[in-house]
């Protein structure tokens, strides 16, 4: 039997020799992708505009985010030295810093690429949809398998670095270093945090600044090279979208990967360290699969609907993962068919989000085709019935993610009967299981921005009417997939977070056992753990708890406002911009001379990094201020009075973060939908008051679907890390 | 020493004096107000027109109300009767249709008054500001003191008839009758429940309705006796803002009265039964100072601004009130000084809410002025700023509930160190400190439908400039004193509710206790409880409630998506009968024919009914299944896993409550003022293009403001009641 010769060892070769070879199969992507055809020298001049913008903005922002880093880790290292631990002082920062320089190291070579794949696509489309549609997703899938591959890669160094997997004490280890390592996780978030804001609030405010001068004030249409945004547009997408939603994922597979390993912990007595090793196999499995994923995608005929070939791709990728679960359940978990199915059902969850995410944002179905009807009667019952769908679309959402959860602590418990902590690693199973796709869905979210740059290059370099319908297909399905990975993104989150949540309480109760001295009682001349001193619960019904609650729901709220404020305020600077380059140079619109792009790519630079500092700022400080106040009102015989306030900021606050980012992205995403229902020639068509209408909530949506949206699902896991990384100091 | 007279008895006398007095009050300002001038002819005929209106939609709704309350009662009764305890069954039964009653009877005479009040205002504006603002404010103030007197009386007179003040007993019962009679806030609930949402969707159905087809499609100004939709727009500030205000009101002073009773209990070893009659008598105090508060408003001459005379009354009732309260305290809670405390806290928060509601919505400040400014780039950007605003006007209202609630519950342990119950009973006092002012604040609020209908009858009768001035005035203050009572609403909710979920868990523990043989434990062959079954905490880290707290926060958002929703279907059938009439009789528009104003009114009527049911039944059922459906897996070993549950649904459900309310109601506000203030000459005034953007914002705002927003703050409480008086059904 082959069972026998899976030890340990075998394993853990297994994890890293695919966490390498991924990054080998990204790096032949690359080579496949920059050894394409590259256009003609106009279509190259357009990327190269596009390229050193992105370049620019993103060596900038990273400049600016690890100057945050660093000094946030000095803090981090000063924070624990008060606690007189220097060895988990120093773990919980080099942790800190290995997450944020992998999770950059992930957003930037996948930019990297992803910027010089746009113009092979472009090029492509000229001759073959097959081929164009295969390199943008090969770029994209670049992006897909660093993140994924780095993320595993990282958390496994760190964790081997630290002795975690050391068979000369028999894996003792194993059980603390988990606990030890957030920091990793909390490094990721906090350069997701910025990156996905600072991109964020770039994409938006480019777009609204061209849109809002070259559209409406100037009558030229969209991607015109005589609007001198458009190359800032452009760039936006990339840094939003691309680099965004990396960053975003790439934290959500490293945060559940540590939260996991936590739970695996409490059931080391059933499944030793394979338990702990459990989620990165499956990982593993999971790249995998989406390398496989990606390589199947083809188009039957030059006809056939891009986005189908995509969902092929997805299915493969969704069979193999789950026979992937099915082998590391097999191995790891003891054959226990229970925690295979909870894997099934983080799966389901993915697709019941896709759908539901498809249903509110796809004009075949009511939701959207009410946005377009209600334009009929003006842009006030546009945005109206925009705001209700938004609203509308989150029922379902939380009923997905209520079903997951509930249907995968049960079989956790079904799993191990009366065991404590099994119903919660039925959860952490089923996340694992939404999250084994990542690579693949990574992949088709990057697609998104480089059709849609393929697409501006075509249109900008004056392309055939014949090559703008292909890479308008292209666009159109890329559309789809980024809205679809923002509905996998906040189902993932949601998932994770809960993971997270379980761990957090863990941890906290982790330290007072460690500390009976400190929290002891003496029963027969002993000190060992008073268990009334333990974090049992998170009892709303506590006044401080409740306020708490509160305090983290309004903070999602107020971090909202504040991301949509940004955009706006970079959005004027923009705007003012664009008028001025008109208003001197009347050469501009008449098509004699060339509008000087690199002066709006630098100043929506500047005002995107600007105007990403508050709200990440806030999204650091009111956890960490909440539990620093509430630990003055601890007790002795309440010493966790804090610990829990926080917990409660952080679940209630997940919660509200769920609904808002749920209700941003599918409001956006089907206020721009029913634009382009009524560009097909619905309601008077494109030009008529009702697409004037339209193009209103167009605008609205955006700031709410590429900026805050997104924001949420990665302030939702910052929460959760960063009070984990701060609890030992929320303790009295 | 006169404190030896003021016996139990005495102070019973005084609550039900006090409340017949307030009754015959109200008697007075409505001789005062019917027996004031009414006006020319052309002033009559318009206000008989709205006065009908308002008449038969009342009528309508109440008879639908009615139904739905008869047809609960019906089904309360018959699970009651699974319980076998047929006396508790009557009791809730009762309590519930008198709750019901009474809150339709305040709701019903409230709203006679003052639609006939607005024709005296405005006949009293033809000569004198002040005279026009007192009988405006005095024909308010019925409506406020019935629906306060009315609550006070109803509770009052439910609670000895089931012999809660049974002097023979040694007012023995007077511990458990509070737990059985909350059925009289749960009739209160449900009944305004349909008030707010079927009122809030008839105003601003007529409203936008009236607007989109009156002021965009046909150029006519507001107001215009040519819309056929302008009578229905006046009856809907009536059904609206003054129904719907009052049913909110009369259930907050309800739910809090029998709340703060049930946290009475607990300490009912040591304030006996003055600590239950406290709350009675706190608020009869209230009435008292409220009472002099209206009379004591005068202007000092007719330059002075209303809202100063209106302001001066506030403080005069407020101080007035505390002096009773001092007074309460001093006799019936033991002198103790921590409680007067907390109740100047209550007090505090309210003015906090006043104040920042007013930093929001009024364009004095940055908030409306940044509104009117995006206005500039148009529709899109006025939308997008009015929404970050709104969203940033939730962090002070949760800072302020927030301190209050911790301020509080820290009095209440200081005034009764280590008696469990204490701090919570602090809260109780300070929400009736928030509420002692309660009947002036709504005297405020129903002044702005009767002035803001004064001005529709001036105008529309076509009175001289300066008269139109002195509406004018008065309207503008209307404005403001209905915003500042959502603020207030909204507060005094969350206090409410906060004291209603401490009071839900006694309930559930009580039920456990009742029934040792079911939930007992055998000690030394005595049947006792079994701690270990109590309800002790609302733990949202187990799954279940966590579950249960999503789903309670997403019910907020698709309640209020479906209000907003509501809205839009009721204005189309508006618009497309103002399009008929302008169509079919050409004669509308040249002045020469009057349209139907009767149709417009009978259609909104019955869409707004139609409308109000899906969003209301939904508010009923989704606490009782989720209740009904996690029961299902409770064990005998956790027989309170569905208490358990609701109560997470409950609490997180309130605060996403709370926070799309202010949302809601302040981003509302604030796009409304931000058109006005375009409209004093800012930005270009009247007619520019950043007006126009100003309006569509009006309109988003309006569903907010006047449907969804003040229906989430009966939401609120309606989920409160609706689980308590359930909360036997949840036990396994």
């Known amino acids: 039997m082959i069972a026998v010769h899976l030890t340990v060892p075998v394993w853990v070769w297994f994890i890293f020799v695919v966490s390498v070879l991924a990054l080998f199969v990204a790096f032949l992507f690359t080579r496949e992708v920059l050894g394409a055809d590259n256009g003609t020298p106009a279509m190259q001049a357009i990327s190269t505009a596009i390229r050193e913008g992105a370049e620019a903005f993103m060596k900038r922002q990273y400049t600016t985010i690890y100057g945050f880093s660093l000094l946030l880790g000095v803090l981090l290292f000063a924070f624990y030295a008060v606690t007189k631990d220097t060895h988990l002082a120093m773990i919980t920062v080099v942790s800190f810093f290995a997450g944020a320089i992998c999770s950059g190291l992930a957003g930037f070579s996948g930019m990297f690429v992803s910027i010089r794949a746009n113009l092979r696509a472009a090029s492509a489309a000229r001759t073959s949809l097959n081929r164009a549609m295969q390199l943008a997703l090969r770029g994209g899938a670049v ?51 910025f990156a996905q804001l600072g991109g964020g609030i770039y994409t938006k405010a480019a777009d609204v600044g061209a849109d809002l001068v070259g559209k409406v004030e100037a009558g030229i249409p969209e991607d015109d090279p005589r609007n001198p945004a458009v ?7 990339n840094v939003g979208d691309c680099a965004g ?7 959500s597979t490293a945060a559940e990967n540590i939260g996991a390993m936590i739970l695996a912990v409490a059931l080391y007595s059933i499944f030793g360290i394979k338990g702990i090793l459990f989620p990165f196999v499956a990982r593993a499995f999971g790249i ?8 199947s995608v083809k188009l039957k005929n030059e006809d056939e609907d891009p986005m189908v070939a995509l969902n092929r791709g997805y299915y493969i990728t969704t069979v193999l993962a789950a026979i992937g679960f099915y082998i590391a359940v097999r191995y790891l978990l003891n054959n226990n068919i229970w925690f295979f199915v909870a894997g099934l059902v ?32 003006g842009p006030a019952t546009n945005i109206i019935s925009g705001l209700a769908v938004g609203m509308e679309s989150t029922a379902f959402p939380v009923l997905a993610i209520s079903g997951s959860i509930l249907a995968s602590f049960y079989c956790g418990k079904m799993a191990l009967p009366g065991v404590s902590g099994a119903g919660l690693f039925g959860t952490a199973v089923a996340t694992m299981g939404m999250l084994a796709t990542a690579a693949y869905i990574l992949a088709m979210d990057t697609f998104g921005p480089i059709t849609d740059n393929a697409g501006g290059i075509i249109e900008m370099s004056h392309a055939p009417e014949e090559v703008r319908r292909r890479t308008d297909r292209l666009d159109s399905v890329g559309n789809t997939t980024k809205a679809l990975t923002k509905g996998y993104a906040i189902g993932s989150a949601a998932l994770a977070a809960f993971l997270l949540f379980s761990a957090y309480i863990d ?3 982790e330290l007072i056992i460690k500390s009976p001295q400190k929290y002891g009682m003496l029963v027969n001349g002993l000190m060992v753990t008073d268990p009334s001193k333990l974090l049992g619960s998170v009892d709303i019904s506590k006044p401080p708890i409740f306020v708490a609650s509160l305090i983290g729901a309004a903070l999602v709220i107020l971090f909202s406002s504040m991301a949509i404020t940004a955009v706006g305020k970079a959005a004027q600077t923009v705007i003012q911009e664009v008028r001025r380059q008109f208003k001197e140079n009347p050469g501009i619109m008449l098509g004699t001379s060339k509008p000087d792009y690199g002066q709006c790519v630098d100043i929506v630079t500047k005002g995107a990094l600007k105007a990403m500092v508050a709200p990440g700022l806030l999204a650091v400080c009111v956890p960490v201020g909440v539990g620093f106040i509430f630990r003055l009102f601890a007790t002795n015989s309440n010493p966790t009075l804090a610990a829990e306030a926080v917990a409660g900021l952080l679940m209630v606050g997940t919660i509200s973060g769920i609904l808002f980012a749920i209700f941003m992205n599918n409001g956006g995403g089907a206020w721009d939908n029913a634009k382009k229902f009524i560009e097909t020639g619905a309601f008077g068509g494109k030009g008529g008051d009702p697409h004037k209408a339209a193009v209103v909530g167009d605008t609205v949506g955006d700031p709410f679907k590429d900026t805050a949206g997104p924001s949420i699902h990665v302030l939702i896991k910052l929460l959760c890390t960063v009070t984990f990384v701060m609890a030992p100091l929320f303790l009295k």
């Open 143 to 193: 992006t897909g398998l660093l993140v994924v591959a780095l993320s595993l890669l990282g958390v496994g160094i760190i964790f081997c670095v630290f002795g975690g997997l050391n068979p000369a004490d028999g894996y003792a280890a194993a059980k603390t270093v988990p606990y030890e390592i957030v920091g990793f996780g909390f490094g990721a978030s906090f350069v997701a945090l």
């Open 231 to 237: 190359i800032a547009d452009l760039v936006g997408d």
């Open 245 to 251: 939603r990396g960053a975003d994922l790439f934290e």
């Open 288 to 295: 995998v699969a989406s390398s496989i994923g990606v390589l």
């Open 346 to 377: 983080g799966m389901a969850n993915c697709f019941l989000f896709v759908w539901i995410t498809q249903y509110y944002t796809e004009y075949r179905y009511r939701p959207v085709k009410s946005i377009a009807e209600a334009s009929l009667t």
């Open 507 to 509: 941890a906290i109760n």
